[in-house]
């Protein structure tokens, strides 16, 4: 499983998820906001907004916070105008990172973002430098499912999944980002129940990591996604989550 629907998937058994909404709301609101304000407030014209609106919605957003951040990007709401920014960086163990956020002062944003690498063993890569290890998917994550493993895998590749994937009982479902919306909704047609559904980058390859190294890893994970301005983070681990001692 790749690093970042293994780390979704920590998370979920860390029962992390309920505390963390608030902030994941904030990200998606300002995912929303600025797709609207690039493309439009038309879903069907807007296809960042479109995949947006699906992610929030895949995240259990109250539609009302969706119109209205719709509504700020378009400018029938005030609101603030976000720049989009990647950095890149290496974790402990060699574990690439590569973390977008939307900012409104990118020398604040940079400052936080190098500070919570190097306190947690971790350094800025240049420009480029772990980009070319992740490619772009949609990313459908299936936990605590009651059903049947080949019936959940038939539906969502007959609805145009490129891949699913088996982890401990963590199903994923990978999509190409055109056929995210499409897989998506047969899901919810179907009933199926998942943690999470957003477009993500996916390592081309994976790093295993053990021990300290591994605690390491989460750690700075955590600390990143705490960032107000960091939308996603994503790395290449790969760990066996058995041998670690989770917070329950």
Excluded: C
């Amino acid at each position: 499983m790749s690093g970042h629907s293994k780390w979704s998937s920590i998370k979920h058994k860390k029962a992390r998820m309920d505390d963390q909404r608030g902030k994941v709301f904030t990200k998606l609101i300002k995912e929303i906001t600025t797709a609207a304000r690039q493309g439009g407030g038309d879903e069907n014209a807007n296809p960042r907004l479109r995949q947006a609106i699906a992610t929030a919605k895949g995240m259990n957003m109250p539609l009302s916070n969706i119109e209205r951040a719709i509504k700020k990007g378009t400018g029938e709401l005030p609101g603030v105008s976000y720049e989009e920014v990647s950095y890149e960086g290496y974790g402990p163990g060699g574990v690439a990172l590569l973390v977008d956020v939307l900012t409104d002062n990118k020398n604040r944003t940079v400052s936080e973002v190098r500070h919570v690498l190097t306190k947690h063993n971790g350094s800025m890569g240049e420009l480029g430098s772990v980009a070319w290890m992740f490619e772009t998917k949609g990313q459908i994550l299936v936990a605590d499912y009651d059903g049947d493993e080949d019936q959940l895998m038939e539906v969502a590749l007959e609805a145009g999944a490129e891949d699913f994937r088996d982890d401990d009982g963590t199903y994923e479902i990978i999509t190409a980002p055109e056929d995210f919306v499409t897989v998506k909704e047969e899901l919810d047609n179907q009933e199926i129940k998942y943690e999470s559904a957003q477009i993500a980058k996916i390592p081309k390859s994976t790093v295993t990591v053990e021990g300290k190294e591994a605690e390491g890893v989460l750690k700075l994970m955590d600390a990143m996604e705490d960032l107000d301005d960091v939308q996603n983070v994503y790395s290449n681990f790969d760990i066996d989550v058995e041998k670690l001692q989770l917070d329950e």
